[in-house]
């Protein structure tokens, strides 16, 4: 985010803050809560919202060196990035083209080739097979034949994406749309990968984007986490196309109003939350970002999701001291997000199948709310019609 935007959007936030308003929807919006328990819906949001739709798999700082490598199955495709030695990335699905076995597991460097488990047929950082083994077993077949099946990759201002279908390509100017300009601002190429955590939940994939689109409960839910260092109830919306962003005001941010608007640093006063439609959530933590991802459990699973959340931070510590730091984040971040949205989300659920309701009611101060469950409603709509 550039510092005009900073500046232009501390006013409004200040001037929100002095009236006691947070952003208003024109409208209260019935979400229908089949929309969390209906195998239906799951097949559809598979086949229009997620579909042939690009995946953002990570930051580059997680693959920083040449060799690096780390492999995703979030979205049930087997992924599998790695740097090459000229530093670009290569994706490919993580599968040996001989019988099948799985390439590569979890994250790490590979110094020369990529060697199969199974029966050792070796592949080059470019996925081209080196070697059929053993030889003249194979007769009639060139190495070329059987490269692995590569993937469409992008690395654009930090981020990865990569197309899980083979032959299916990346358009750059729709994977952050209208956000582009201001991920860019952030540098997050610079930034390092901290740390990982992997979650399995019982309840359905959207409501850990919910969790995200207000902040009016955190004076009851998070009382005893982040209310003291949020100011609850306050928020400010906008809609990027079907991405959002939605900034939730640290209660430091008042010091701004003794500053001169030069001086004025947004970032540092604020938590910003991107969605980025629709599994992804970049959440900027004053000075630091978490990455979000989520996806169903499984094609039959509307009411259990995977998570995956990763702390990115401006450079890797070099001290006890910043580790601390860092540690006591991610601490604060499963506190808050697992111990409380969580454990009161599985309820959700619960409530969700129990035939209490219908619709679920979002008020006109829940606009983020409004604007993704609305997203993923059009999407469905312009796939079938
Ligand atoms: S399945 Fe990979 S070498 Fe046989
Ligand atoms: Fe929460």
Not at 30 to 49: A, C, F, G, I, M
Not at 87 to 96: M, P, R
Not at 150 to 157: A, G, N
Request: a negative charge; proline letters at 5%; one cysteine or more.
């Amino acid at each position: 985010m550039d510092h005009p935007t900073q500046v232009s959007l501390s006013r409004t936030l200040l001037a929100m803050i002095e009236q006691r308003q947070t952003s208003m929807a024109n409208d209260i919006f019935l979400n229908p809560v089949e929309s969390y328990t209906s195998l239906d819906q799951q097949r559809r949001e598979q086949q229009h919202v997620f579909g042939s739709r690009p995946l953002m798999i990570g930051l580059g700082g997680q693959l920083a060196y040449p060799g690096d490598f780390l492999t995703d199955d979030l979205s049930g495709v087997p992924v599998l990035v790695v740097r090459d030695n000229n530093g670009s990335l290569n994706a490919f699905i993580n599968v040996c083209r001989h019988r099948g076995a799985r390439l590569l597991n979890g994250s790490g460097n590979i110094a020369g080739a990529m060697i199969c488990p199974y029966h050792g047929w070796a592949y080059g950082l470019d996925g081209q097979l080196q070697r059929l083994n053993p030889p003249g077993s194979f007769e009639g077949l060139s190495c070329t034949e059987r490269n692995l099946t590569r993937l469409s990759v992008l690395e654009q201002h930090g981020l990865i994406w990569v197309h899980p279908t083979p032959g299916g390509q990346i358009d750059e100017a729709q994977t952050l749309g209208l956000l582009t300009h201001e991920v860019q601002c952030f540098g997050f190429q610079h930034y390092s990968h901290y740390q990982t955590r992997r979650l399995r939940r019982r309840f359905n994939w959207k409501v850990v984007v919910d969790t995200f689109l207000e902040n009016w409960h955190f004076s009851t839910l998070h009382r005893q986490t982040v209310l003291p260092i949020f100011l609850p109830g306050i928020s400010h919306f906008e809609g990027c196309g079907q991405h959002l962003r939605l900034i939730m005001p640290r209660r430091s941010i008042v010091e701004l109003f003794d500053q001169p608007e030069e001086q004025w640093d947004l970032l540092r006063h604020s938590a910003i939350m991107y969605v980025l439609f629709p599994n992804t959530l970049l959440v900027w933590q004053g000075d630091h970002l978490e990455v979000w991802r989520v996806f169903a459990a499984g094609p039959r699973c509307v009411d259990q999701c995977l998570i995956e959340v990763s702390l990115h931070v401006p450079a890797a510590p070099t001290s006890a001291k910043e580790k601390t730091h860092w540690d006591k984040n991610m601490i604060l971040l499963m506190d808050t997000v697992d111990g409380e949205d969580f454990q009161l989300a599985k309820y959700l659920q619960k409530g969700y199948a129990s035939h209490a309701q219908q619709y679920l009611t979002f008020g006109r101060n829940e606009p983020a709310l409004q604007h993704f469950h609305r997203a993923i409603r059009a999407a469905i709509d312009e796939g079938e019609n």
